[in-house]
């Protein structure tokens, strides 16, 4: 069994990975508390590639808006090789789960970090699909994801209550948003599980943790995924996650 000063040493080694010599800011009472639990423990896991483990890590400190967290990480990022557009698309998609003003609120932070590294605001395109293409494409990856399960519980077709709304989610989330450049299918599937585990939408873990396997990710990459969220956005959700996930991932 590995030792708590194993894992010091290793989570000083991924720590400099990651952040290099520029201090990553954590206060020096929490230093050795986050060496050893969060980079010794958990970014140093095996089953999940690093840079995913970045793109959960930005999905979820997004999603619940720890934005000075947020800016270290997305420089780190750009040096483990993501894209200014991958950055940019993790953070509009949260806005589904989390809403557009916290998207708005990080991309706004990521930006001050390109800046500062000389890296352009990816540019955008305009995007001219009508509202009936928009609905087609987000049922035909709403089956694709779900399966059977697409058309239940709130989507479920025949709601008139949740009608009044889903439809949009439909259009803009799953038609609009799954479907923009510079970010894969496999990847968004990740996105969706550790921002919904950051928020603490168990329901919407269980459902696209299911799903997530659909798009490529294997049970193992799905449980890191959750894992990974535990130091940024608390080890309670990830676990309430986890408890929902292991009565449909066994």
Known sequence: MTDRAA?????????????????????????????????????????????DRMVCALAALGAVQRLPR??????????????????????????????????????????????????????????????????????????????????????APGNTVTGALYPLAIQYGYGEIWFRPGLDLRRRALVAVAAFTALKLDGQVKKFGQSALNMGLSRTEVIEAVIQ?????????????LGGLSEVLG
């Open 70 to 155: 947020l800016g270290r990480h997305v420089a780190a990022a750009l040096d483990l090789g993501l894209s200014a557009r991958a950055i940019v698309e993790i953070l509009i998609q949260i806005g589904i789960y989390a809403g557009f003003a916290a998207s708005e609120e990080a991309v706004e932070a990521a930006g001050k970090v390109f800046s500062a590294r000389g890296v352009a605001m990816p540019e955008e395109t305009a995007r001219e699909d009508s509202l009936d293409a928009l609905s087609a494409r987000g049922r035909e990856l709403m089956q694709q994801l779900h399966g059977a399960r697409a058309s239940e519980g709130y989507a």
């Open 7 to 51: 894992l010091r040493k290793q989570g000083e080694a991924m720590r400099q990975k990651l952040f290099g010599d520029d201090d990553d800011g954590a206060p020096a009472i929490m230093r050795t508390l986050n060496t050893e639990a969060s980079y010794g423990a958990i970014w140093s896991r095996p089953g999940l590639a690093l840079d």
């Open 229 to 241: 969220t535990a130091p940024l956005s608390g080890f309670a959700p990830a676990l309430n996650a």
